[in-house]
């Protein structure tokens, strides 16, 4: 099988429907994701005497509040933005299919509560009471699942017609009402047989199964180092291919990686050490590496070409942005600078990694910050540290020295290039 085979089923894998499914869902919570982290950056301003007046005014637990709306119901969100993702690829009424994935979800979500005593040493089942950790992270892949079978159902049976039918003179709004009742409450039948068939299980919930059997163990492993390593070094290495591979890696990890980021996020809400740690770091790495590339760029380069490119590509790689260079130098099929673009990624992390197991870099807090702040602002806001800041600028020194030869090679190649350019136009003046 030829490179161009196996590119083209990584292309195709990506365009599956139910791939599209997942990541268009993901992404379709963003805003209200994006939303909580405008508090939490607000919450999370490395500045001690924020901090202090946070905790002595009681301000930070109102802080609080947008964070947990959106990391501790991020389940919620999830089931309606699967159901509205499934809408779209089989083109069926999206609020009713958001309605139906949410539904489907809740019909498998247990509605028993825990009533801790005061020291926590015993519990008292409250009946009617849904856990919150239910509609968080833990809820997650349930959620998925749910929603995903629950809207499939409901387009099946609008395909094959299972719904009532109203005279034409009835208004759509009205008419479409009528239409969803039926293939929605068949839908609510199936997830309530399927509620009732796990009570009679040693899970007792669908959610304790699936968290159990598919959530954990998948968390374990792709939760932790090895699955941020795994996204951070497998996207640019189908970069370099000429493949999305940010788009390519979320799609095939979008489990992991959002329920990773609401963990995360519920945690720093609670004031709790965040859970998965190394998906924190992926945020401030995945385009790090642009950045010393610019400024190698700004200093080092003597064609105009990287002349011309660096001037562009310095400001927006400041703020995480790598498209000028991926396809401006190109790195894209640029067999020079694979090298330094693909292993830069894991260089970054087990060095990240390794400072803060020595106790140099401050753990991450958990907050979701969004991505597109200036680098150094984001490494200090990861961890609410000084020392955020300073390795990013470590970082940086590091990632410049290995740039350097790589990018000699290609700015050599490019004068000598534009230099032959040169000579060619003035050759018939001559």
């Known amino acids: ?65 947008p964070v947990s709306v959106t990391s501790d119901l991020m389940a919620v969100w999830i089931a309606l933005g699967m159901g509205y993702a499934m809408a779209k690829q089989f083109d069926k009424d999206k609020l009713a299919c958001a309605l139906v994935g949410l539904g489907s979800f809740m019909m498998l979500t247990p509605f028993t509560g825990m009533l801790y005593s005061a020291d926590y040493t015993s519990a008292t089942p409250v009946p009617n009471v849904i856990p919150v950790g239910s509609l968080g992270a833990q809820g997650i892949f349930l959620a998925m699942i749910a929603a995903i079978l629950g809207a499939r159902i409901y387009a099946f049976c609008i395909d094959k017609n299972i719904k009532i039918k109203m005279p034409e003179s009835v208004p759509q709004n009205v008419s479409g009402m009528f239409e969803m009742m039926l293939p929605a409450g068949l839908v609510f039948l199936v997830f309530l047989l399927i509620r009732w068939g796990f009570t009679l299980t040693p899970f007792g919930t669908a959610q304790n199964f699936i968290y159990g059997i598919l959530q954990a163990p998948m968390m374990s492993i792709g939760g932790g180092v090895a699955g941020a390593v795994a996204f951070l070094t497998l996207s640019k290495l189908l970069w370099v291919f000429g493949v999305h591979g940010g788009m390519v890696c979320y799609s095939a990890m979008a489990m992991v990686i959002g329920t990773a980021g609401a ?77 330094p673009f693909v292993l830069l990624q894991p260089i970054n992390f087990f060095l990240t990694w390794g400072a803060n197991k020595i106790g140099f870099l401050a753990t991450p807090t958990g907050a979701g910050i969004n991505n597109f702040i200036p680098t150094p602002i984001l490494g200090a806001l990861l961890n609410a540290h000084w020392s955020g800041a300073v390795w990013v600028i470590i970082l940086i020194a590091i990632d410049f020295v290995i740039w350097l030869p790589f990018f000699k090679i290609i700015d050599k190649k490019a004068c000598e290039q534009e230099a032959a350019d040169a000579a060619a136009v003035e050759a018939p003046q001559a």
């Not at 997942?22 to 607000?42: K, P, R, W």
């Not at 998965?276 to 070409?305: I, N």
Request: overall charge positive; charged content about 10%; aromatic content about 12%.
């Open 1 to 65: 099988m030829n490179a161009n085979k196996i590119l083209d089923k990584i292309v195709g894998f990506t365009q599956m429907r139910y791939m599209r499914v997942l990541m268009d869902g993901f992404m379709s919570v963003a805003a209200i994701t994006i939303a909580g982290s405008i508090f939490t950056l607000v919450k999370s301003l490395p500045i001690p005497a924020w901090q202090s007046f946070l905790t002595s005014s009681g301000f930070g637990d109102i802080l609080s509040i």
């Open 263 to 339: 963990a995360n996020a519920a945690a720093f809400a609670a004031g709790t050490p965040a859970p998965y740690p190394e998906f924190c770091w992926t945020a401030l790495l995945m385009d790090f590496p642009v950045l010393p590339l610019g400024l190698v760029m700004l200093v080092f380069a003597k064609s105009q070409q990287y002349k011309s490119l660096s001037k562009i590509a310095l400001p927006t790689s400041l703020f995480n942005i790598s498209e000028p260079q991926v396809f401006g130098i190109p790195l894209v099929m640029n067999p020079v600078m694979a090298a």
